[in-house]
């Protein structure tokens, strides 16, 4: 019998054909379930990938304690590494991390630190506050998702080979948000690499500064404000997020993202994340405008059951003008 640990249970996760949104006959759009991942989400990749590195160059070892700043999925992700190699890990959060999020996150053992999405400081940024962290100690690890190509390189390396060997390189358009940007610029390049007429779309939550910065605007981070989606879109620019991959962007907001979530949940029967019903969504816009034959790829980064305390709260959605779904 063979041995399977924790971490070979990541990745090959299953892409299914999303049968009640073609918009029109021979426009098909299919998508790569990564909530399947161990921890929930496509982050298990990168981390997986990142602390293996780490670990081969000799920076992480077994009194190693691993750092990282993260809206939540990559925190579970990192928690649930470190935990089955016997390191100890310590995460920095937004205050609009889900209560879900930081549960997991705790469930592995790790230390949860939650800043304000919206600091007054720089320093106060997640993010930058898991870097200062870092520095205090030899012994600490700092992931730094944000700033590492080893990012998206994990996703050129496994995600995007295997939607390209999952669609047998059927693919005309590849649509996915961003957040650090890893995903979207890791598997485009795979993909473009296979076939450069394939079209790569960003969908990027109104609120987020990538759509304006990679149309052009001087004036970019003045479209910078509070939205509910985790895990999607950002404030500032991040080193990860390669633009110039990018063929289009389509932009959404919490409305057309969390209503996409309840959708998908009632016809497809697939529980999924904010960043999921955007993605979809924006595939769906996509798909209005293209013609048949086409197929369009997308992916599902996170389990809806991230989310019970907000998105399929009726509370949650009552506070945020979105009753009707909770009345549903």
């Known amino acids: 019998m063979s041995k399977i640990e924790a971490l070979d249970l990541i990745g090959n996760t299953p892409m299914v054909h999303l049968k ?22 496509i982050k298990d990749r990168i981390i997986a990938y990142m602390v293996q590195k780490g ?25 649930m590494i470190a935990s089955s190699m016997g390191l100890k890990s310590i995460l920095y959060v937004p205050d609009k991390c889900s209560d879900e999020k930081i549960a997991i996150i705790k469930s592995y053992g790790a230390e949860v630190i939650v800043k304000p999405a919206s600091p007054v400081t720089p320093d106060e940024e997640y993010g930058r506050a898991a870097g200062i962290r870092a520095s ?20 050129y390396m496994t995600l995007g080979k295997e ?6 390189g059927k693919i005309d358009a590849f649509v996915a948000t961003a957040s650090t940007g890893g995903t979207v610029s890791g598997v485009a390049k795979r993909l ?20 304006p910065y990679f149309e052009g605007k001087e004036d970019y981070k003045s479209y910078k404000k509070s939205f509910q989606v985790e895990g999607a879109g950002k404030g500032s620019l991040c080193p990860t997020m390669d633009f110039d991959i990018l063929d289009d962007a389509v ?12 959708y998908i949940a009632r016809q497809e029967g697939l529980m999924v994340g ?26 599902l980064p996170d389990s ?9 709260n009726p509370n949650w959605l009552k506070e945020i003008g979105l009753g009707h779904l909770a009345a549903d």
């Open 274 to 299: 904010g960043s999921s019903g955007g993605n979809v969504w924006a595939a769906l816009e996509l798909a209005k405008r293209m013609e048949a034959p086409a197929r369009i790829v997308t992916v």
């Open 163 to 168: 939607i390209w060997d999952d669609m047998n």
């Open 20 to 41: 009640t949104f073609d918009p029109k006959p021979g426009v098909e759009i299919h998508a790569k379930l990564e909530f399947m991942n161990p921890t929930g989400s």
């Open 251 to 262: 932009s959404f907001n919490d409305k057309n993202a969390i209503e996409m979530v309840h």
């Open 136 to 155: 205090e100690r030899e012994d600490f690890y700092h992931i730094d998702q944000y700033n590492s190509q080893l990012n998206p390189e994990a996703h």
């Open 55 to 79: 670990v081969e160059a000799g920076q992480i070892n077994k009194s190693t304690t691993l750092v990282e700043g993260s809206s939540g999925n990559t925190g579970a992700s990192v928690a």
């Open 192 to 211: 473009k690499e296979n076939d450069p007429n394939i079209k790569i779309i960003l969908a990027d939550p109104e609120g987020s500064v990538y759509k």
């Open 304 to 312: 809806g059951f991230k989310y019970l305390s907000k998105i399929f």
